[in-house]
């Protein structure tokens, strides 16, 4: 910055006003991480020439606030005298021009405010410091300082512990000498101790694509040589990788991959979970030679600096991340892979409503690179793109060597229905004791964590239910507690009945994971067993532990949620039970079939594995549904053709388009009278319908009391546009909240 032409004449805050007050300057617009979509003008000396991504500080009323340049200020009606200066600009890369765009997109597509979603794109604000390279101390020769500094017995200790041991940082040295900072740096002036400055080590090692991976399949030959052609090709296209659970998707995107390190590009692999992916993690280092950079919310706060600031300055080559990393800095991106990506756990329902895998679609193009969808059981959008030639595939209908599809068997229920009191049905139990007698491993399945999903009072049928949630307690018996499992509330069972007065008269209804646990403990008592649930695998060292467990057959009975559904190949599982496939029918929103369909079908993959055939029973009261009949007879285009058919005919997605209001406020009547309002302005449009307002299913919610309105419009509708002209102009009490959700994955 060069010197200011006016002298300061006052002390105190305005002396910084006066200091960056001088010509010329630039007028650039910046985007605070703010949930407002509008960016401000401010002023910046021209010597920081400020370019659209540049991330700087600057002063906003009180505070200071890191933000984003756009460009060019343009914002007429602020008169220069009143522009406040940028502070500085940060010692960090600027942001890809790819990634503001697909801020823009974002925000335009989910109606965001731009700062929101900015936000996102920013969340490591201390990335955005140069690193802060680490000191070490050593020790001095006597002859340099003797006679020249005093040796005190704390100095002396100092230098013992020098002398022993590894050069040490101050924080090291401090402790294991017992001495202040202050000491230190007394010894370090009068030269009886030398600082030396090291550079942090590499964090980040490079993936090596020359390394052999299996030898491929022909089919997987074929369909890998596709993949890495695209990648070469350079350009925006969208593959399915569309095959079987355990046909090689997964190898055959590591050739992708390779391909793209051969290109001297990055890569960007999208996965659900990651923290149950300790199995995928050792097989890209079996592939790969070093683990690849990792994302996630639960980072340590180094860990994700450095690898946001790697991402940027190019260091990190393969990146595996949840959702959220699909608005990392890469500049030189060459592929992006969603693995699973059917899940909607890719559909962020808070905040930014966004789904992680249309936007990777965004960004791809943006970037104009290729980007590859991958599942067993796509998403009937991915389907439909397919079948209408906007989206390229790649098939894989054969599990490599001698592992077979599991066989898969209904057991319907209303004729085989098990005894009062349990949940597993005579063939089933037949079935897992068949299992434990060849010696090999069954896995229950039930997507319910917990002992039991309701509580009721035998005497008067009162239910127990969150106080501030429109739900049951669910009962956590391992844990002594009631809990809501949306808001988190928990408590433990009352002794009376809070309706009827009745003493000890709750009883548990249905079953949940803990409650199965008891039975299987009650039948078969010498099989060990194991949990595994969010509530049991609390992180990836538990995950990794289970994993491990069952491959060495320390375990005969796993009892599951959907954490066992994924991605493990344990080898001695031949026996898959589902407890109760009709589960995800319920409710019945518009995917309930489609995620049944999915998740079933990826139970079902855990089975047979390796060389010994697996078999999977479901037990449904609705054996003749479409899903069922689809799962039992392992034809999926039987499923999706059924689906299909059912949203033409409704005119939903992806025939048609779809919106979901929310408006919550602290109390029913206001809420009441702000979906009023909000109804009342409803445009009258052909071809857009609007259902509602209507009491939202879980009508309370963390307190608040919720309003649902549903748009419906056909595919050529810009249903955004008509939602923008719309809510817009409303004005809302400050206590009231409206939440849009375009395309929503929840209903409730
Ligand atoms: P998917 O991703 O389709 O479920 P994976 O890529 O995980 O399938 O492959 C399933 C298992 O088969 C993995 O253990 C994988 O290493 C192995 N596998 C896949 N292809 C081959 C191959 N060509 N040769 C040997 N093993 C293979
Ligand atoms: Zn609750």
Avoid at 345 to 355: I, L, N, P, R
Avoid at 539 to 558: L, T
Avoid at 629 to 650: H, P
Wanted: hydrophobic share 40%; charged share 25%.
């Amino acid at each position: 910055m060069s010197a200011p032409s006016i002298r300061p004449i006052r002390t105190g805050p305005i002396v910084t006003d006066l200091l960056s007050f001088h010509d010329p300057f630039d007028r650039v617009s910046v985007l605070l991480p703010l949930p407002l979509d509008a960016a401000y003008d401010y002023k910046a000396d021209t010597a920081l020439a400020l370019e659209r991504g540049d991330v700087v500080e600057v002063p906003l009323g009180q505070r200071r606030m890191i933000g984003v340049v756009l460009g060019p200020g343009g914002d007429e009606s602020v008169p220069e005298e009143r522009l406040r200066a940028v502070i500085r600009r940060l010692d960090t890369p600027r942001l890809p021009k790819t990634v503001i765009d697909l801020v823009d997109w974002t925000a335009a597509w989910t109606l965001a405010p731009r700062g929101a979603v900015v936000r996102m794109a920013i969340s490591t604000p201390s990335a955005f410091e140069p690193p802060v390279p680490s000191v070490v101390h050593t020790a001095r020769p006597e002859a340099d300082w003797i006679g020249q500094a005093r040796l005190t017995p704390a100095r002396r200790r100092v230098l013992s512990v020098l002398a022993d041991g590894p050069a040490l940082d101050q924080k090291d040295l401090t402790r294991e000498a017992g001495v202040g900072p202050s000491l230190i740096k007394g010894m370090i002036e009068s030269g009886m101790i030398e600082p030396h400055t090291v550079a942090p080590a590499p964090p980040f090692a490079v993936p090596d694509g020359t390394r052999d991976g299996p030898v491929l399949t022909g089919e997987q030959r074929v369909a890998a040589a596709a993949l890495a052609g695209r990648v070469t090709a350079d350009a925006f296209s969208v593959t399915a990788v569309d095959g079987i659970t355990g046909s090689g998707k997964t190898e055959v995107y590591f050739e992708a991959i390779a391909a793209a390190l051969a290109a001297g590009k990055q890569a960007l692999v999208l996965l659900p979970e990651i923290a149950l992916s300790a199995e995928w993690l050792e097989r890209f280092e079996d592939r790969f030679g070093v683990e690849p950079a990792v994302w996630h919310s639960d980072l340590k706060p180094r860990v994700r600096r450095e690898t946001w600031r790697a991402v940027a300055e190019g260091t990190v080559r393969v990146l595996v991340g949840a959702r959220s990393a699909l608005f990392l800095p890469f500049t030189e991106l060459g592929l992006i892979v969603v693995d699973e990506e059917h899940e909607s756990a890719y559909k962020q329902e808070d905040g930014v409503a966004y789904h992680a895998r249309d936007m990777a679609v965004v960004r791809a193009r943006l970037e104009g690179i290729p980007i590859a969808l991958v599942s067993a059981t796509p998403s009937l959008e991915t389907v439909e793109n397919v079948r209408q030639g906007r989206y390229g595939a790649v098939h894989l209908t054969a599990r490599p060597g001698s592992a077979t599809l599991p066989e898969v068997a209904l057991i319907d229920l209303r004729r085989h229905g098990p005894e009062r009191g349990t949940f597993l049905s005579p063939p089933l139990v037949a079935a897992i004791q068949r299992t434990l007698d060849e010696g090999e491993q069954a896995m229950l399945f039930l997507n319910r964590r917990g002992y039991a999903p309701l509580t009721l009072c035998r005497s008067c049928g009162h239910r127990l239910e969150c106080p501030n949630c429109t739900a049951w307690l669910v009962e956590h018996r391992l844990l002594g507690r009631l809990v809501c499992h949306h808001c988190g509330f928990s408590g433990r069972l009352p002794k009376r009945c809070p309706s009827c007065e009745a003493e000890d008269s709750f009883v548990a209804s249905g079953p949940g994971v803990e409650r199965l646990a008891e039975e299987v403990l009650t039948r078969f008592p010498d099989a060990r067993f194991q949990l595994a649930s969010s509530d049991t695998l609390t992180g990836p060292d538990k995950a990794a532990e289970f994993v491990r467990a069952v491959r060495a057959r320390e375990i005969d009975i796993v009892i599951g949620t959907q954490v066992v559904a994924k991605g493990h190949n344990f080898p001695w599982l031949t026996l898959v039970g589902v407890v109760d496939a009709d589960l995800g029918l319920a409710g019945g929103d518009l995917r309930a079939s489609e995620r049944t369909y999915q998740l079933l079908h990826q139970v079902a993959g855990r089975a047979g594995r390796a060389e010994r055939p697996g078999r999977v029973l479901l037990q449904t009261h609705a054996p003749e549904t479409p899903v069922m009949q689809a799962l039992a007879a392992g034809d999926r285009d039987a499923f999706l053709d059924s689906e299909i058919q059912q949203r033409k005919a409704a005119g939903m997605p992806p025939y048609g388009r779809l919106a979901g209001i929310v408006i919550s406020a602290p109390d029913a009547e206001r809420a009441d009278a702000a979906a009023r309002t909000v109804a009342r302005a409803a445009p009258r449009l052909n071809g857009v319908d609007i259902l509602g307002p209507a009491p939202a299913p879980i009508t309370m919610l963390r307190g608040r009391h919720r309003r649902r309105l549903l748009v419906k419009t056909g595919r050529q509708v810009n249903i955004q546009q008509v939602l923008r002209d719309w809510l817009s102009p409303i004005k809302l009490e400050t206590s009231v909240r409206l939440q849009v959700d375009v395309d929503p994955y929840s209903f409730m």
